[in-house]
């Protein structure tokens, strides 16, 4: 399956936000992570519609918005007239799940329904065939650069099991944690959209460090 590198621009240099939207960009990123963060859901607070506006300004790449906030609903459809492709809601945030999917859709959004480490896959069960993709969180969401929580392999492998006795084709995105050494083992258990954070904006080389994630999440 066709992997895809989603930086988290969390962990970039905010005084010079555009300038390295555009760095991820031209060193091969398939798309932009965004973490949105309302200092309810978690203990954090990020940007919000007005920052993406002006980011797609001067980029091309698809922009995911990551809510991590509390009543999504109210947001959604700022975020998408702000340009976001990719709508990543909490089931853990949104009482009417299916409700809020739909919302999505219905503005031409891709939607995605993110999970925290805690949380059972049977969460999504009953709305696999309304989502675009299913994020698992590696980490307890909040803040970049925390480890890897390693029982998120074997809920992926589950996740995986699950979507393809299905017969569904969902995306396996996974966020937190994610380096150049453990990225093999999130693929190859199922998922196929890799976010990062810190891994990207700490290389000296951004070219170099996304050709090495992609080429290690192969192998
Ligand atoms: C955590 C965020 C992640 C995070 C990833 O709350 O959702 O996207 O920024 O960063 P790293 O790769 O540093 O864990
Ligand atoms: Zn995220």
Redesign the pocket.
């Known amino acids: 399956m066709l992997i895809k590198i989603a930086p988290?621009i969390?962990?970039a240099d905010f005084s010079k936000l555009g300038e390295e939207v555009l760095r991820i960009e031209r060193a091969g990123a398939d798309l932009v992570?965004i973490?949105v963060m309302d200092g309810h859901f978690?203990p954090n607070i990020t940007i919000g519609p007005p920052v993406v506006k002006s980011l797609k300004k001067v980029s091309n790449l698809p922009f995911e918005v990551?809510l991590?906030i509390e009543n999504p609903d109210m947001y959604i459809e700022s975020f998408a007239d702000a340009g976001a492709d990719i709508i990543s809601v909490h089931a853990e945030s949104c009482c009417h799940l299916h409700r809020t999917i739909q919302k999505i859709k219905q503005l031409g959004k891709k939607a995605v329904v993110a999970l925290n480490p805690a949380t059972s896959l049977c969460t999504v069960e009953w709305v696999l065939e309304d989502v675009d993709m299913i994020l698992l969180m590696s980490?307890n969401?909040?803040?970049?650069?925390?480890k890897y929580i390693s029982g998120v392999t074997r809920k992926i492998e589950e996740l995986k099991r699950i979507i393809d006795s299905r017969g569904l084709h969902i995306d396996i995105e996974v966020?937190?944690?994610?380096d150049t050494e453990n990225i093999h083992s999130v693929t190859k258990a199922g998922a196929n959209v890799i976010?990062?954070?810190?891994?990207i904006f700490a290389a000296e080389d951004t070219v170099k460090i996304i050709q090495e994630l992609r080429m290690n999440s192969y192998r």
Do not use: E
């Open positions: 988290s969390l962990s992570h973490d978690v990551h991590m980490v969401p909040g803040f970049g650069g925390q966020d937190g944690g994610i976010v990062s954070g810190s891994t």
